[in-house]
């Protein structure tokens, strides 16, 4: 009982503080939804059937200052920022995702994900760190590893993540893969048999109809040493409309696993969990890549409550990427030691289905390196020392 005490002491200390984590479930985030979910559909004069269509989705995103200033209320400072960082980078918000920023909240998830800001123009970072140009053997594939390779399908979002390792490719048009483009990647997997995975990302993989998707799918599934094919896409948080029954049939028919990105707890809300649930129950694997994001989610309960919601509905947390340094980002760096800090929190403290992988992506495409908080284990002279996730420490012999 001393211990269980103990124990329901450091759980109430966490509680206290996950509790306060905003959630997408919550009644605020709900109202929140509501209210900004009519106002636009009155001044678009649309239905509840056209919001819940992916196509009227992306059609009408907001994406120019004049558009956010029909719903906000912008200082002529705050409208000037705005149409400078536009013109440098575009901007595009599905009205779904725009209707979850809490404009009383300067630092709201949402809004810092989406919605420009002015210091993306600070120097520093670099538009391809990781090289990805010079890891392009043929086609539109980015290769780093012995077994799994990358198809660029598209450049296309539904929305333009302001954290996007990817900026250099979004260039200021929506450009899909070329039937050329699938031709020699294609045959660059059937020509190596090295290749067991191949991953159809970009951009995001589902902006590509489910009748393009479905060549692609069929021609890697036609490749014998093809064992598995896995998408990139972040619609299920931004644009969930796009999952339905369809695609869900689709991606189960070739066995297709799906590699997501939420980064708060506030983006799990009831339209995504509808969109993951339909993926999960066509027995579809859901994972989650986190990115590590200052503002955003730089704080070890938000992170344990986020990765805690994606256990509750279904997803599995895969990794929590470290942001790489881009050009136009560098107002989302984080510490290295902050990264370490949330992982060493986590250890313990919560299930060990909600943890992700650390990972920090070495320069040049040299590939992703885990990162993990303590070495757990030492080597002495009589055996080995091991440190628990409370740091107590003891000796096994050898
Ligand atoms: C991240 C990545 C992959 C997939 O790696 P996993 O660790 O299996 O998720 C494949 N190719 C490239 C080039 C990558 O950067
Ligand atoms: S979904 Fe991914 S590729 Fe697309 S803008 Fe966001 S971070 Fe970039």
Redesign the pocket.
């Known amino acids: 009982m001393i211990r269980s005490n103990e124990l329901d002491r450091i759980a109430i200390e966490d509680m206290k503080h996950t509790s306060k984590v905003r959630l997408g479930f919550s009644d605020f985030s709900i109202n929140l939804y509501e209210n900004t979910k009519n106002k636009i559909l009155t001044e678009l004069n649309a239905t509840e059937q056209d919001w819940n269509n992916p196509k009227w989705q992306l059609k009408n995103r907001i994406s120019s200052v004049d558009e956010i200033s029909r719903y906000v209320n912008l200082t002529q400072e705050e409208y000037d920022d705005i149409e400078r960082v536009s013109k440098e980078y575009r901007f595009a918000i599905t009205p779904y995702y725009f209707s979850l920023i809490d404009f009383d909240n300067p630092n709201c998830p949402i809004k810092m994900q989406s919605f420009p800001n002015i210091k993306e123009l600070c120097e520093g970072g670099q538009l391809d760190p990781m090289n990805e140009e010079q890891s392009n053997p043929s086609g539109r594939i980015t290769r780093r590893y012995p077994n799994k390779l990358i198809i660029n399908v598209t450049n296309a ?1 539904p ?3 302001r ?4 900026r250099r490719l ?1 260039g200021n048009f929506d450009k899909h893969i070329s039937k050329e483009g699938i031709d020699e990647s294609i045959e660059f997997i059937e020509n190596n048999e090295t290749i067991r995975e191949v991953l159809v990302t ?3 993989a589902l902006l590509l109809s489910n009748n393009q998707l479905e060549k692609i799918f069929y021609r890697l599934s036609q490749i014998s040493h093809v064992d598995v094919i896995r998408i990139g896409t ?1 619609v299920i948080p ?1 644009l969930p409309f796009r999952i339905d029954e369809e695609l869900a049939v689709l991606l189960r028919k070739y066995k297709v696993q799906v590699s997501t ?1 939420f980064n708060h707890a506030c983006e799990i809300t009831p339209e995504a969990v509808r969109a993951i649930d339909m993926l999960v129950d066509h027995g579809i694997l859901v994972r989650n890549q986190m990115v590590l994001l200052h503002n955003v989610n730089d704080d070890k309960y938000c992170v344990q409550k986020t990765n805690e919601e994606l256990q509750k509905y279904r997803v599995i947390p895969y990794y929590m990427f470290h942001p790489k340094e881009i050009k136009g980002t560098n107002h989302f760096q984080v510490s290295i030691d902050k990264g370490l800090e949330i992982m060493k929190h986590l250890e313990g403290r919560t299930s060990g289905m909600c943890k992700p992988t650390y990972v920090y992506n070495s320069p040049g495409g040299l590939g992703k390196i885990p990162l993990v908080p303590i070495q757990n284990i030492e080597h002495e002279k009589e055996g080995y020392k091991f440190t628990t996730w409370e740091n107590k420490t003891f000796v096994k012999k050898f």
């Open positions: 979002c929305m333009y993540c954290h996007c390792q990817r979004i970009g951009g995001d972040r931004t990105q």
